[in-house]
């Protein structure tokens, strides 16, 4: 077995908590930035990686008849060549650093990191700023993800389905669309999940809990930003059920009804009643959708 590499100039192979490595990253940070920037991000993936390595092995019993300190010893040293072996490759990790991070990246770094803003009007809410048209992540990370989002909410959207005669995936496509595919949802005021993916606000008759966010209004083109209470759910069952509520029920959005599997009708009657002031919100939402059927 080899030892991790800590060569200095060879900065592909060492890290940058080997002081020689260190100095060489200094220097290529005034020299060229844009390669120090992917090279550190690059490090921190492997320290990352070898850290959650650590995590699991510590999370494991060790106190088998073949444990020793040598064993946890060349554990360790094994499990560091591992974490810069899957580091070579990547996971994804530090190329959305570098995006995040880089002056090039930086209009959709601050997509990423903003907090929720939300665009409201007549009691239903949209938030164009963290969609997921908005949310930059590496490709192979964002089609696990939205994956991931597709299968959690189908049983949620298909009893939805029923209610309003609307298909399954487009529901889905617009609740991605919304929460930045499940990561990007309203939060309560300590931290927790409201599974609101609609951004459904809290009017007078809502007895449920509340979770209060800033959010964006334009009234006459002057845009404001109060502080709105939107409603929040115990699950995102309980979230698809008051939306298809709120779509079947109120005559607002018949036309939305009516449009059926036609999912640029669907999103261009959702525009047009209101739901979002975004001016591209019918055509962010059919791509969505599009991506929804292709993973369904």
């Known amino acids: ?39 550190a ?15 699991m ?29 899957m580091g070579s490759r990547g996971i994804g990790l530090a190329e959305l650093m570098v995006k995040q991070l880089s002056r090039k990246g930086n209009n959709d770094a601050q997509s990423v990191t903003a907090a929720p803003e939300t665009v409201t009007r007549g009691g239903v809410a949209a938030t164009p700023a963290i ?44 609740a991605a669309l919304e929460s930045g595919w499940g990561h990007r949802t309203i939060r309560m ?18 007895t449920g809990k509340v979770a209060e966010v800033k959010t964006t209004e334009y009234h006459n083109g002057v845009a404001s930003k109060p502080t709105e209470k939107f409603r929040a759910y115990d699950s995102y069952a309980d979230a698809f059920r008051d939306y298809a509520s709120q779509l ?3 005559k607002r959005y018949a036309d939305v009804i009516k449009q059926g599997g036609n999912a640029h009708g669907f999103a261009q009657a959702l525009q047009d009643a209101g739901y979002a002031t975004d001016p591209k919100y019918a055509e962010k939402l059919v791509k969505v959708i599009s991506r929804v059927n292709s993973l369904a």
């Open 57 to 85: 092995r510590d999370a494991t019993p060790q106190d088998g008849a073949f444990d020793s300190e040598q064993t946890k010893m060349f554990t360790s040293m094994l499990d560091q060549q591992l974490s810069q072996n």
């Open 189 to 206: 005021a300590d931290g927790t999940d409201s599974h609101n993916l609609f951004g459904i606000k809290a009017g007078a008759n809502w």
């Open 248 to 250: 079947s029920g109120n």
């Open 1 to 39: 077995m080899s030892l991790p590499a800590s060569i200095p100039g060879n900065s592909a192979s060492s890290l940058a908590i080997d002081s020689q490595s260190l100095d060489s990253l200094r220097l290529q940070a005034k020299q060229a930035p844009d390669k120090a920037l992917k090279l």
């Open 131 to 174: 969609t997921a048209a908005s949310v930059a992540l590496p490709s192979a990370y964002t089609e696990n993800v939205q994956q991931d989002f597709v299968q959690r909410m189908l049983p949620h959207a298909a009893i939805a389905s029923r209610e309003t005669g609307l298909p399954a995936h487009q529901m889905i496509g617009q």
């Open 41 to 55: 991000a690059k490090q921190f993936e492997t320290v990352f990686m070898n850290m959650m390595l650590k995590s």
